[in-house]
């Protein structure tokens, strides 16, 4: 199964997932000074990330990483896990934004 389709459109959640991690790492930023937002990282390593940050920006940036292998040589249990770990992002991302409204 050729990935000509597939990069292009995950490249595209990617922009938007780097887009609102900026403004959900500014927004912990925030928190965090106001003496909240106390936690270690925002993923674990079950949900099938290597990163460990309280911020979103390094776990997309390791999204990035694994597009690019994506690009290089098809495989498609990273193909699964990459759109696994995307979607749980982009989930988590809206989720907290409409929790900061609050």
């Given at each position: ?5 597939v ?8 922009q938007?997932?780097?887009?609102q991690?900026v ?23 079950e ?20 597009v ?10 990273l ?7 995307l ?7 809206a989720q ?7």
């Amino acid at each position: 199964m050729p990935y000509g389709n597939v990069i292009p459109q995950l490249k595209t959640n990617l922009q938007t997932a780097y887009r609102q991690a900026v403004d959900a790492d500014a927004k912990l930023d925030q928190l965090q000074q106001a003496g909240h937002a106390k936690f270690s990282k925002i993923f674990s390593a079950e949900q099938g990330f290597t990163t460990q940050s309280t911020r979103f920006l390094p776990y997309v940036k390791e999204l990035a990483a694994a597009v690019s292998q994506l690009e290089q040589a098809e495989d498609q249990a990273l193909l699964e896990s990459v759109v696994k770990r995307l979607g749980l992002i982009l989930m988590t991302l809206a989720q907290f934004k409409e929790q900061s409204r609050g």
